[in-house]
């Protein structure tokens, strides 16, 4: 019994074509993994909420969370473990103010943690509005690497301020710590004092980001912990000059 010629092609075309299929899949896989990675590193919300409305007439102050509870707070984690390793992380974002994020890797693996906590603003005015921040916060940090003052954990915090079309407005360090620069812990208060202005329709996001990330080889441990209390958000508004156009 002779073989069709034009059978075995088909069935070589079909395993090329399974072949194709099974590494777009993992493509697409690693695509959506470099995803989470880049959405854990904080400076990006992963989700918005609806912003609150304000006036340029309103003049007055807005006070978080005493007036109302901060309408971002996100917390997302993942963790990898290596072949014999083991890699844990967690993250908490309270809309009453406190946040936390912890990361460890033993013996190989990655593990990342994020917060986000703040607030949605939106202008639904005809005129500017110029807003006024006054953000206070408590924080604590530990990052620890074994080897010691070998590369594995970084943590960091800064605030951001995003624009309802993703563009950074503002951006304010106020931690960033590296295992391989000496295993550290520490804990302080902060004031940050910014301003912000919104044309009509606009609209802002402005969230403290705290992250910790662990990257740890094979016979390597690494740990860090990141911890805010009692972030209060003080925004005041007024109306704000008319820009100038060009005659």
Known sequence: MTRDPSSNRTRRGLRQMARIAVLGGCALSLLALAGCQGAVVGSELSARPRPRPISASDGGVLRLPADEKFSI?????????????????????????????????????????????????????????????????????????????????????????????????????????????????SSGDKQLHFSLTLGPGESASVFLAGNARIEAPYGRSARGALTLRGLTMEIETRPAPPVKTAE
């Open 73 to 185: 707070h996100l917390a997302p984690s993942q963790q990898e473990p290596g072949l014999d390793g083991t890699a844990r992380a967690s993250a908490d974002a309270k809309p009453e103010g406190d946040a936390a994020a912890q990361a460890e890797v033993e013996n190989g693996g990655k593990a990342a943690a994020t917060f986000q906590l703040g607030h949605a603003l939106a202008n639904d005015s005809s005129r500017q509005v110029a807003l006024q921040f006054n953000v206070k916060f408590a924080y604590e940090f530990e990052a620890a690497s074994t080897p010691v003052n070998t590369p594995g954990a970084t943590l960091s915090l800064k605030l951001y301020a995003r624009d309802g079309r993703n563009r950074v407005l503002t951006t304010l360090p106020v931690l960033e710590h590296a295992s391989e620069d000496g295993s550290a812990s």
